[in-house]
């Protein structure tokens, strides 16, 4: 069934190749503002990732899993549109559909039970200004994630101890792919600002029987680039939330917080980075107590140093070992920690093809194994 899975995986994927072998946004109308007619001024853009994936954990705490057969690591599809107005202001719209292939197309013991075929990843509009910065409206990704988590969210098993996506749901909570936000960016010199009014959304049903909501929030941040090579960022995110048991109607609000600050260095073929976050009444305590339902303090850091050799020969472009990890940990409202380390390789082809091994050892409460993975990708 893995071999089957993945043959179909890579003729789909061989077949895409030849037509957006770029390996960028394929662009399907170019704006050319020297025409004038309406269509001249828009400019359309489709790109995406395609993503088969082995996890293979050590021991039995996943056992039997979907994830040690061949599954669907976060295959994506991308729409994106610019329409120019007046000046320098144009109307921007973005989506960004998941597709989970094995579940798709009904692959059984390659996708978690109830999965969804689709997802909305993102659904955003908004204005765009050179002079006056960038108002979007809708589920897009967070300002954390912007300044903070996306600096050291490029290896393929990560986002373990950073804050977005390791609350309830981070659609739901701000931290991550945002639902409902308003988020502007702008720069200044050497420095890119953000800030985001989270505006409330519906239940958010976990599984237990509880409901979570989220009543609003907001975000600022500072991206200061130093050098064209390093970056420095830090992030606080606050979402007012209620969390209420309706067999008993019970319920509480809390006031989550993250604050987190990270760094990115990219000297010629090396990359380095860091970050690390404190998580307040955000992490789950893992009770269904709606008085307890989130610890009140934890903390997380996530590290990476990698080195990527250019080839250019063979069909290969470039060869990048790395080293990774990262450490989580409560300090109050439940006894949990944990710790990884690993080492990667990753092998970046011709047509847009990449392929990722990375070995993880994990130290955690729970006892959880070490972690095999490989990764297939193809972007266009």
Known sequence: MKKNFLAKV??????????GAAQAEITVIKQDRSQDDLLSRLNFTVGGSIRPQINSMTGDKDKGSYKNNVFDGGTRFRFASDYYLFDDISWINYYELG???????????????????????????????????????????????????????????????????????????????????????????????????????????????????????????????ITKDLSWGSAWNYTRADMRNP????????????????????????????????????????????????????????????YKFPINQYAVKSIQPYFMGDRLEYVNDRNYQRIDNGLGISFQFDYGFRLDYEHVFTSSTDDLGDMNLIRLRYDF
């Open 99 to 225: 597709v989970n292939i094995p579940a798709l197309f009904n692959w059984d013991a390659h996708y978690a039970a109830g999965a969804r075929n689709t997802s909305r990843r993102m659904l955003y509009t908004g204005l765009k200004s050179a002079t006056y910065g960038i108002l979007t409206f809708g589920q897009q990704n967070s300002v954390y994630y912007d300044v903070v988590g996306a600096k050291t969210d490029i290896w393929d098993y990560d986002m373990v101890a950073q804050g977005p996506g390791n609350g309830i749901n981070g659609d739901y909570d701000g931290s991550y792919r945002s639902r409902k936000m308003l988020k502007y960016t702008n720069r200044f010199g050497d420095v890119d600002l953000y800030a985001s009014y989270l505006f409330a959304d519906n239940d958010y049903l976990p599984g237990n029987g509880l409901r979570y909501k989220r009543q609003g929030g907001g975000s600022l941040g500072v991206n200061y680039h």
């Open 247 to 306: 067999a008993n109607g019970d319920g509480k609000s809390y006031d989550q917080n993250i604050v987190g600050t990270a760094l990115s260095w990219a000297p010629d073929n090396w990359t380095f980075a860091v970050g690390g976050g404190w998580y307040q009444n955000f992490l789950t305590s893992k009770k269904t107590d709606v008085h307890n339902y989130f610890a009140g303090d934890a903390w997380g850091i996530e590290y990476f140093a990698g």
């Open 10 to 19: 890579v003729a789909g994927t061989l077949a895409l190749s030849a037509v």
